[in-house]
């Protein structure tokens, strides 16, 4: 009774309206692919609550697991950087085993590989606003961290959580130095209010990485509105942006997003 079991099979149709029929839509990450039906993603679940030993297993098979698992090494001398697919951990989006200490704040424990708390959207385009993810989920922000993270739940709508891994996107570290991460997270349903602000730093070929995300949520009725603002720096290289999603509710089988 305490697990819980879904898949999903994702696909979609391209049909570019100018350009090259042949070339990848430029920007795009998931869904670049043009003139041609396409099988995005297909995924396998698992789930069981810590109470007080639990665990959690994606395995996701397709394009969209090739892209969500592209690793940057750098090794030799001179220093040399790749980036590439890893064939050993590519179709495990996440697994991660937990524990609910005993204590008097809800504190979970997870260790493995998971999802970064960052940005507005996930992986899998369902539970996503928009189906072609924004510019900020593409190349602001990681996809997923292989560590530990703890996330205690402080009232009813604020958890607060941190957390040590290799890095971003990355299976096996590169480097003797830990990403170190931290995020609030707040969430009143029957206000229609939400807010979650992520801090993630480490040191990645010899240069510090920093990333600082926002991410404010309103409902309003029928209107919902989302924002999403990323900062980051690594050595000389910067980068920022910022989203607006809305969502209206037609009914309750049909809502439109932009």
């Known amino acids: ?137 593409g190349y602001a922000i990681p996809f997923t961290h292989t560590g530990v993270r703890a996330t205690a739940t402080v009232t009813d709508t604020l958890a607060v959580q941190g957390l040590v891994a290799n890095g971003w996107d990355v299976g096996v570290d590169n480097n003797r130095a830990k990403t170190f991460g931290a995020s609030a997270l707040y969430a009143d349903a029957a206000a229609g209010r939400s807010a979650t602000a992520t801090m993630i730093v480490g040191k990645e070929a010899d240069r510090v990485r920093v990333l600082a995300d926002l991410v404010l949520g309103l409902t309003v009725g029928a209107v919902a509105l989302n924002a999403n603002v990323d900062v980051g720096k690594e050595g000389d290289a910067a980068w920022y942006g910022a989203a607006l999603m809305a969502r209206y509710a037609v009914s309750a089988r049909l809502r439109l997003s932009g």
């Open 1 to 137: 009774e305490r697990v819980t079991i879904g898949a999903l099979v994702d696909g979609y149709v391209a049909a570019p309206l100018t350009g090259e029929v042949d070339a990848p839509s430029r920007l795009r990450v998931f869904d670049a692919a043009n003139a041609t039906f396409a099988l995005a993603y297909a995924e396998l679940t698992l789930a069981l609550p810590a109470e007080p030993a639990g665990l959690r297993v994606d395995l996701g098979f397709g394009p969209v697991a090739d892209l969500a698992s592209l690793e940057t090494v750098t090794t030799g001398t001179p220093p040399t950087t790749v980036t590439g697919t890893s064939e050993v951990t590519k179709h495990v989006q996440q697994a991660y085993a937990s524990w609910k200490l005993p204590t008097a704040t809800a504190i979970v424990v997870d260790a493995g590989k998971f999802v970064t708390s960052a940005g507005a959207e996930v992986i899998e385009a369902k539970d996503d606003w928009l189906y072609t993810r924004s510019l900020l989920f």
